[in-house]
């Protein structure tokens, strides 16, 4: 089954333009930055080499980059899920947050339950939080109209600081100088698949994920509703389906899924909540999701590519001068690309706009 | 001490106030800027490089507002060119330029975050005499920078430009209905391009308050999310500039209080979260007030 099924026909043709549309900001991103690279004094051939060899090259580096690819699956899910329902939602970095520090607090608060019961107790609790940290957004949009991409974006502050607040004060770890919970208990870490990586059962979660979106889109009315609600919420409404229904349910289960992904982070990597929890997941999740055309494969393609410049970058700042920030600056570049046109460049053609 | 809290809160308040009017100018064009605060950074870090090099901070703020207009055209130009969504594209150049902003520092000055200067240019005072010496008044007028006072006659002369000028008649036409527009002959994109160049170039400026207005220093933190503020400030004042500017002085005043409750009980992490909050409820209550307003009508 190809990916490219959102483009109608199946031709040569649509298959290669869909396959430029995801290589072309990639392309694009690595040849400003290879610029940047020149201008700075290094090669920016071998700069690349070596992020390949960091990333790819031993069953080692592998499973870090599949374990930083982890978060960005997950929040690129959570942001792909709403912006098929059609809401523009840029507040998946907030549930991130709150997902994670309502997973933490699980995790060391209730620590005399059984492993398997902890777990599930803490990732509950995150994808609630993160659920509920969307409703009253997704509530507004919905029954209101009311912008999501400002609610949401305004949110992510709102997120940061008063979890910021909570591991500062009441949640602070007893003795502890910086802003962090306690450590959760042993029996609330998520089991590591390949030690000493911290690769865990996380990832395991995220691709069964990907999968139930997968059948989700393909197979069922919800997910066929959504899509259309999503293209065009007029045509939907005289469909007699409910849009604004619809876009709650979106929202939350794509806060939902932004929570698991922070829940993840702090059971699976962090082992606690720290202030500063996650280096912008959420919005890496945007660029993921619209690198991936909201696709299932293309979602856990563009998780692994940006989770292999995250780790990668951070190694090869080790072995030479080349600074880490170049991962952000192709980060940021392929967002803007990837929602770029250039068809007007080959075909004259003035938009509508 | 009220003194004291007044005049740091109109510190405060001026960059704010800047980006604000620069992105108010924007959305009233058709582009929401969420841009602003990487055309902040990248001002900083322009603003002091210059008033170090130049010794001026006039050159300082010239440059600082260059560099601002620039990251505004391409911003620009990817939007109304390219038709990419101005909101990922404002996302993307916030990553993009804290990330080449800190590369450039690590690669030229080879510091990591901060970075230091000697002989910086820093933006000079302007006291007025007798007024000085009046309580409330003297911490409201004087000691003040050109820069701030820049700000503040900028917000009724946007009045103006909006309300009674040709150019301000055809920005709104742009923004409220572009096909109007290219139908009345205007060129909507160019304007826009306009519009988001003067958010940059605003925005620039704002970025080298905080570098040679404030601290004198430059962080990768310097700018603190205050283009998401400023973003905060003209949803808060609905497009108007006094509106905008009274959000603005509200942030501000938020912004000098949480640095003097630290220690007192009040944390300021919670009050770093009230201008967002402020701004989802006054949407919130603007959506309230159209939904009452039709079902009367109806």
Not at chain 1, 16 to 36: D, R
Not at chain 2, 8 to 23: I, N, Q, R
Not at chain 2, 54 to 69: E, R, V
Request: aromatic share 8%; proline share 4%.
């Amino acid at each position: 089954m190809s990916d490219t099924t959102a483009i109608p026909g199946n031709s040569m043709q649509m298959r290669w333009k869909g396959a430029t549309e995801v290589i072309a900001p990639l392309a694009l991103a690595l040849a400003v930055a290879a610029v940047l690279l020149l201008l700075a004094g290094h090669n920016p051939v071998e700069v690349y080499r070596l992020l390949a060899i960091e990333s790819l090259g031993s069953v080692k580096r592998v499973a870090a980059t599949l374990a930083a690819a982890t978060p960005l699956i997950l929040t690129g899910l959570a942001t792909a899920i709403a912006f098929r329902a059609g809401a523009f939602n840029v507040g998946v970095e907030g549930c991130v947050f709150v997902g994670g520090l309502a997973a933490a607090y699980v995790g060391f608060t209730y620590i005399g339950l059984p492993s398997v019961f902890l777990i599930s107790l803490a990732v509950l609790a995150s994808v609630i939080a993160g659920a509920l940290w969307m409703l009253v957004p997704g509530v507004l949009k919905a029954r209101l109209n009311v912008d999501e991409v400002v609610t949401t974006l305004m949110l992510n502050f709102v997120a940061i600081s008063l979890t910021a607040y909570l591991v500062n004060g009441p949640l602070l770890a007893p003795g502890s100088a910086n802003s962090a919970t306690p450590m959760v208990a042993e029996t609330a870490r998520l089991p590591r698949l390949l030690p000493p990586s911290t690769l865990n059962l996380g990832f395991i979660i995220a691709v069964l994920l990907l999968v139930l979106y997968w059948l989700w889109d393909k197979r069922t009315a919800l997910g066929f509703e959504t899509r259309i609600a999503g293209l065009n919420s007029r045509f939907a409404t005289s469909s007699g389906i409910d849009v604004p229904m619809l876009i709650i349910k979106m929202m939350l289960l794509s806060g939902a899924i932004g929570g698991l992904a922070g829940g993840i982070h702090a059971l699976g990597t962090v082992g606690r909540f720290v202030s500063g929890f996650s280096p912008g997941y959420g919005f890496t999740g945007i660029a993921v999701a619209l690198l991936g055309r909201g696709s299932a494969v293309g979602i856990f393609l563009a998780a692994i590519l940006f989770g292999a410049l995250a780790t990668s970058g951070a190694t090869i700042q080790l072995f030479s001068d080349v600074p880490i920030e170049i991962v952000s600056i192709l980060q940021g570049m392929v967002m803007i690309f990837a929602v770029a046109r250039f068809g007007w460049i080959f075909t004259k053609r003035r938009g509508a706009r | 001490m009220i003194d004291n809290v007044i005049h740091a809160a109109l510190v405060m308040t001026t960059p704010v106030l800047l980006a604000a009017l620069g992105g108010l100018i924007n959305r009233v064009g058709g582009l929401v800027n969420i841009g602003l605060d990487s055309m902040m950074l990248a001002g900083a870090l322009i603003g002091l490089m210059l008033a170090s090099i130049t010794g001026s901070w006039a050159g300082a703020l010239l440059g600082a507002a260059m560099i601002g207009a620039v990251l505004g055209l391409l911003m620009s130009l990817a939007v109304t060119r390219l038709q990419a969504n101005e909101i990922i594209v404002g996302l993307g150049f916030n990553i993009a330029v804290a990330g080449l902003v800190r590369f450039f520092i690590k690669t030229v000055y080879e510091s990591s975050g901060t970075l230091a200067l000697p002989d910086v240019a820093r933006l000079p005072r302007i006291d007025i005499p007798y007024v000085a010496d009046i309580p409330l008044l003297g911490a409201i007028l004087s000691g003040h920078d050109p820069l701030t006072w820049a700000a503040w006659l900028m917000v009724p002369v946007t009045a103006w430009f909006l309300s009674s000028t040709r150019a301000g008649l055809r920005l709104r036409a742009t923004g409220a209905a572009p096909q109007a527009a290219r139908a009345l002959g205007l060129n909507p994109l160019t304007i826009r391009d306009a519009s988001t160049v003067f958010a940059g170039l605003m925005a620039g400026l704002a970025g080298a308050y905080l570098s040679i207005g404030v601290v004198g220093i430059f962080n990768e933190g310097i700018t603190a999310g205050r283009g998401f503020i400023a973003l905060a400030a003209f949803y808060f004042g609905r497009n108007r500039p006094w509106l905008t500017a009274l959000g603005a002085l509200i942030f501000g005043f938020f912004d000098a209080f949480q640095i003097r409750l630290q220690g007192r009980g009040i944390p300021a992490e919670l009050v770093q979260t009230l201008p967002y909050l402020m701004v989802i409820v006054v949407l919130t209550l603007m959506a309230l007030a159209v939904r009452s307003a039709r079902s009367k009508g109806a």
